[in-house]
């Protein structure tokens, strides 16, 4: 069965950076749209960054210019690399898949980020 599995989160001054990774099995990762949505205690989910099978990335307004998104295919591995960190980024992050980023068939269970201020 399809497999996503993050790893990287933690507790981060605000300023500073941190790098998700999302590792993939059971699944043809290379034919896949990637992503990370969040979510954040009483907010709905949302969509964070995501990069379409063809290297093709989108990032919400709120994260342009700070988070990078890629994807190693030969590693069947996203990885979200997150400068400038701020408060409001605090959340739990979830690797997803599907054929577009805002058409998932599958979650991962997430990984926490803190931010301090």
């Known amino acids: 069965q399809v497999q996503l599995v993050e790893s990287g989160g933690g507790l981060v001054q605000a300023g500073r950076s941190l790098r998700l990774s999302c590792a993939a099995s059971g699944m043809l990762f290379s034919l896949n749209a990637m992503a990370w949505y969040r979510q954040a205690p009483g907010k709905q989910r949302e969509l964070v960054a995501g990069?379409?099978?063809?290297?093709?990335?989108k990032y919400a307004d709120s994260v342009q210019g700070r988070f990078t998104i890629s994807r190693d295919n030969a590693r069947k591995t996203v990885y979200l690399q997150m400068s400038s960190l701020k408060p409001d980024d605090t959340a739990v992050y979830y690797c997803?898949?599907?054929?577009?980023?805002?058409?998932?068939?599958?979650w991962g269970q997430g990984t926490q980020v803190t931010v301090s201020s």
């Open positions: 997803a898949a599907g054929p577009g980023w805002s058409r998932i068939d599958y």
């Open positions: 990069i379409s099978s063809g290297g093709t990335p």
